[in-house]
């Protein structure tokens, strides 16, 4: 049987201390429950691709608790200000461009994997309020070298509309999040799913944080990185609804 953490303050910083090692947790999401790891750490989005049984060319999104820890992560338009000013926190995965240090090959990626990211089903090193763990002290990979699949100089990323989840992100930092189930199957919504589908695999999770029954529609996913407004997926926010909200700002200006 694989740790349930309660959600208090007890199983947010046992998760947290987990996630700081490199380790995959199951995690509630305002859609479905989610495979989170950290991304700053060199090898751990490898470990949930490989749990997940999924190609690591598939992109990732990026989870953080608030705008504030977007500032050392990626550039954001007025359209995607605007965006997140009306959905955040909510169902919405926004791909904009990955910020890059002054100086980095915008191009690198953790030694141990690909390049970087769009979104996954379920659903920052921005030193926003809380932010701790491997970044802080300079020892984690920076942002242009997260291994989060798709283009390299891409990110999705979502602010979660679940209030257990975001007070994870303050403690712990931004994470790697994507639906928790094996390629495939349907995404897991509840504890007992969780437990079916990766249970009998030892050690493969190393918790899951309760936060009850996960029952949401997936999160709309959209590229702001082109000339256009973009429909990557589909979701809970109607794509005409995105077009109206930004109305004449070029996604990426």
């Known amino acids: 049987m694989i740790e349930v953490l309660a959600g208090d303050?007890?199983?947010?910083?046992?998760?947290?201390?987990?996630?700081?090692?490199?380790?995959?947790?199951?995690?509630?999401?305002?859609?479905?429950y989610g495979l989170a790891c950290d991304p700053r750490i060199p090898g751990a989005t490898r470990r949930l691709y490989s749990i997940?049984?999924?190609s690591p060319a598939l992109a990732t999104a990026v989870l953080v608790a608030s705008v504030n820890q977007l500032s050392d992560l990626a550039e954001i338009?007025?359209?995607?200000?605007?965006?997140?000013?009306?959905?955040?926190?909510g169902p919405l995965t926004v791909v904009v461009a990955?910020?890059?240090?002054p100086g980095s090959d915008s191009g690198g990626s953790d030694p141990g994997g690909s390049g970087a990211g769009v979104s996954g089903t379920a659903g920052a090193g921005a030193a926003?309020?809380?932010?701790?763990?491997?970044?802080?002290?300079?020892?984690?990979?920076?942002?242009?070298?997260?291994?989060?699949?798709?283009?390299?100089?891409?990110?999705?990323?979502r602010v979660p509309g679940h209030t257990l989840l975001r007070r994870l992100?303050?403690?712990a930092g931004p994470l790697a999040v994507t639906s928790a189930n094996p390629h495939g199957r349907p995404p897991a919504t509840s504890i007992s799913e969780l437990q079916e589908q990766f249970g009998e695999?030892?050690?493969?999770?190393?918790?899951?944080?309760d936060g009850g029954t996960c029952n949401g529609v997936p999160s709309t996913v959209v590229d702001l990185t082109g000339a256009v407004l973009a429909c990557i997926r589909n979701g809970a926010i109607p794509f005409d609804d995105l077009e109206a909200c930004i109305g004449s700002l070029r996604p990426a200006g």
């Open 9 to 32: 303050s007890i199983g947010l910083r046992r998760c947290a201390r987990l996630l700081a090692e490199g380790l995959v947790v199951a995690v509630p999401t305002d859609t479905v």
């Open 52 to 54: 997940k049984v999924r």
């Open 77 to 89: 338009s007025d359209a995607a200000k605007r965006l997140a000013t009306r959905y955040w926190p």
């Open 98 to 101: 990955r910020r890059a240090a």
């Open 128 to 157: 926003g309020a809380g932010h701790r763990g491997p970044a802080s002290d300079g020892s984690g990979l920076p942002v242009e070298r997260w291994d989060l699949g798709g283009e390299p100089c891409t990110i999705g990323v």
């Open 169 to 171: 992100l303050e403690e």
């Open 201 to 209: 695999d030892e050690g493969a999770l190393a918790a899951i944080l």
